[in-house]
């Protein structure tokens, strides 16, 4: 009987539809421990005493604590390290195989998981690797092979893969009667459509792929952006150039993504539109990988989601959706360097390379490389002076540093590009303001917070902040309390705004008023220093001293900024009460707000890609 690796820690959330691509029977997690009868060992000698590294186990640990930190850059050396010690290990090998994979070394890959294979384990990384090797060297015949016996990808993706394999051997009516068997499961009907659509449309039959593509079979499968794009060309090749612009207008207004602004353009000037969104059998397969990415994206770990999505890049180099999703999961895994690499891979003649420079200084920032990300952006604007959302984003960044002046002068150039505000440009309002805020510039940035507040009179972020500030401030009390009680009916689970609401009530004196949503706020923020810092004043003030200073020495556990530390330590010595008669006299200075955090996303993100939230800005809901 073939062993079977146990679930590693991926904790998977999927949803329906994600369950229905994966094979909600065959879902088989990857990067696990063996769960073979463990080899006998020798009882500690001499040998115990070598460094860690150069034994099994230790090498072992090392390979799957860098796996579990989504350090793969590490964990691949580590692995064959461990494997050189170790090589018959089913685990290391699996997760040998996940590591690779997840850094786009599918080549790599391959070669661990036909070893595992061999043993019959079954591994979910293994079938997926060899898959993809087999399709990167064009041999169906082998994918036909490697997706029996047991092994399996998951249900719907082995049923996609297969009827492309019978495609790549040259038999379309075998790959439609695959389509067709697979569209009969209503749950599978839409991806089996778009799949079937493809390959008619890449045979020749655009009629076909037409119908396909506008009928009610392919459902939801047919709103996605590669859908609508497979539909424009071959609209194209139809001579039916009027009605794909009329569709690619309504999808995608005129201004609002740099690829659809290509594409229109090439429609309206009478130039060739090829069909390319798959031009071989290959590209199929890449095309399910990538579909199956996309659905896991957001709905299981994003390390799971990764695999299909890196080898989707890896077999498909060109396909700048899947390599953006690729950095995008990178970058919430906090891998930055490997999500920059990726970005890189983007032409600079393609459509999406200012979405994807932006990306890599974005990468550069989170990584702590300040200096870089400006480089970066700096670069860029001065090549696209005219594109608002490249300088909105060298001006996100320049406030994300500090820097509050260079950045005003870059968000006064990214307004004036847009001389007609639309609702969607609240942030940038939003981000002036608080940069003149920084500077001392009060009557400016107010008018930019009633801006924000015009453009979108609901949003908590500039509610809370512009609320918080007029409390800060002594100014329009009531209009400021009214502000911030509104924006925790917007965001009640945002724990910074509730947090607001309380510390306002603790500015106006009202501390009884101020328990309850302070301490909702320390729930919904548990680990936040200022916020459980501002749930020991309140405590204190309302003669709760114990509580209060068992939440000061909370709050100094939790990394607070090195001014704020140095005050909760004299609040802890002295009492609240004292420490605010020394900052009124001006004998010690009253706490400085904390830099903001970024607060606004780059538009015409592809609609593929998974939908990236953008940050609150804080004022630090003063001290």
Known sequence: MPSRLPALPVRLR??????????????????????ETPRPRPRPGPEALRPVEDS??????????????????????????????????????????????????????????????????????AVLAVVAADAAAGDFAAIKSDLSGGNTIGQMTDALILAWAELGQGSMSDAMAAFDKLAADRAMRGFASFHKALAMALSGDFEGADK??????????????????ARVEVMAQL??????LALLDQAFPPGSDGAMEALRARLKGGDPVAFDVVTSPRDGVTEVLYDMATALSGQADDGYALLFARTAVALRPSHVE??????????????QDLAAQVYALIPRDNPAFLDAEIGRANAALA??????????LQGLAAQHPQDAGVVQSLADTLRRLGRFGEAVTQYDKAIALRPTPKPDDWPLYYARAISLSEQGRWPEA????????DLNPNQPQVLNYLGYSYVDRGENLDEALKMIQRAVMAAPDQGYIVDSLAWAYFRLGRYQDAVVPMERASLLEPVDPIVTDHLGDVYWMVGRRMEAQFQWRRALSFDPRPADAERIRRKLELGLDKVLEEEKAGVLPAPAAPVPEDA???????????PVEAAPVTNGNGG
């Not at 994600?18 to 990067?31: E, F, R, T, V, Y």
């Not at 001579?239 to 794909?244: Q, S």
């Not at 990584?367 to 970066?376: F, L």
Request: aromatic share 2%; glycine share 8%.
């Open 14 to 35: 999927l949803s329906a539809l994600a369950l229905c691509l994966a094979g909600a029977a065959q879902i088989l997690l990857i990067s696990g421990a063996a769960a």
């Open 56 to 125: 099994p186990a230790g090498a072992y640990l090392a390979a799957r604590q860098a796996s579990a930190q989504n350090d793969f850059a590490a964990a691949v050396p580590l692995y064959a390290r461990a494997l050189a010690l170790d090589p018959g290990n089913h685990a290391l090998l699996d997760g040998a195989i996940a590591a690779r994979l997840a850094t786009g070394d599918v080549a790599g890959a391959s070669q661990a998981a036909r070893v595992l294979l061999a043993d019959r384990v079954q591994s979910q990384a």
């Open 212 to 229: 396909l593509l506008s009928g009610p079979e392919i459902g939801q499968s047919g709103q996605t952006r590669r859908a609508l794009v």
């Open 239 to 244: 001579d039916r150039r009027a009605e794909a």
């Open 322 to 335: 899947a390599a953006m999703l690729s950095a995008q999961l990178l970058q919430r895994m906090d891998q």
């Open 367 to 376: 990584a702590g490389r300040g200096d870089e990300a400006v480089t970066i």
């Open 446 to 453: 107010e008018a930019d917070f009633r801006k924000a507040l």
């Open 600 to 610: 606004t996303v780059r538009d015409g993100a592809p609609a593929d890609a998974a």
